[in-house]
């Protein structure tokens, strides 16, 4: 566990990958050069996370908001999520990684959605570590979608409107079945959720690390596991007896 407490490791770590354009502009390279550098460190984080033996990742890797970006840098980004997959879905299938990815997929183009579909398909059956890649992602449109199923069954009579409870929302949500984020952890220095996990993360540990997502490796997944182990998650309960008023 390379040192970690394993009593004290999240189960779910979340992780908005932020900082690749500035990461680039800081080097004098094009956005495409810091977008190619973060799917590298997309590989060793995810290789790293398994060593560490954290049961879920979820990364955010487009949003829904991400499509009003230039069009070429759009198509970058797509040409790189195809690579992503081709080349890393034997490795992780070896893993026996499961692959699962939340997002709305009805807009996408069929050939990327075709490879989101293989992936999910192929390791469905795995049994170790999870990894979930939000794209095409925003919280706000999974809680309408997540709505618009749930009406939908009123409207039919087929659900009672004071069975609309907590439970019943999370399994309309694209995460049905995943537990909550624990940990959420966000490159570049930026402070926000960014319409990520909005309902998910409603009791995560908030994690602000100020490198660019490219220079985020084991070193920094590491530290950010050790702050969360010095945390103290109450829930809304109240702190146990010895610790300092307003904790």
Request: glycine share 6%.
């Amino acid at each position: 566990m390379q040192g970690l407490d394993p009593t004290k490791l999240p189960r779910h770590v979340a992780i908005i990958m932020d900082g690749n354009g500035r990461w680039a502009r800081a080097r004098g390279l094009p956005r495409t050069a810091g977008h190619k550098a973060g799917v590298e460190r997309v590989r060793d984080v995810v290789r790293a996370a398994r060593e560490f033996g954290l049961e879920y990742v979820t990364l955010y890797a487009f949003s829904s908001e991400n499509w009003s970006r230039p069009k070429e840098e759009v198509s970058d980004l797509m040409r790189l999520l195809k690579l992503f997959i081709r080349r890393d879905l034997d490795e992780l299938h070896s893993e026996n990684v499961r692959i699962r990815v939340i997002g709305c997929r009805e807009t996408v183009q069929s050939d990327i959605r075709a490879l989101l579909d293989e992936a999910e398909e192929r390791t469905r059956r795995n049994t170790g570590p999870n990894l979930q890649i939000a794209f095409n992602y925003g919280a706000r449109d999974e809680i309408v979608r997540a709505a618009q199923k749930i009406a939908k069954e009123v409207a039919e009579g087929r659900l009672s409107p004071d069975a609309v409870t907590e439970e019943r929302i999370e399994a309309a949500l694209d995460t049905a079945g995943i537990p909550d984020p624990d940990l959420v952890i966000r490159t570049s220095g930026e402070q926000r959720l960014s319409n990520f996990l909005l309902w998910q993360a409603a009791y995560a540990e908030l994690v602000f690390v100020p490198c660019l997502w490219p220079d985020f490796d084991r070193a920094q997944l590491r530290a950010a596991l050790e702050e969360y182990g010095r945390r103290d998650r109450r829930f809304g309960a109240v702190s146990p007896p010895g610790l300092a008023v307003g904790s």
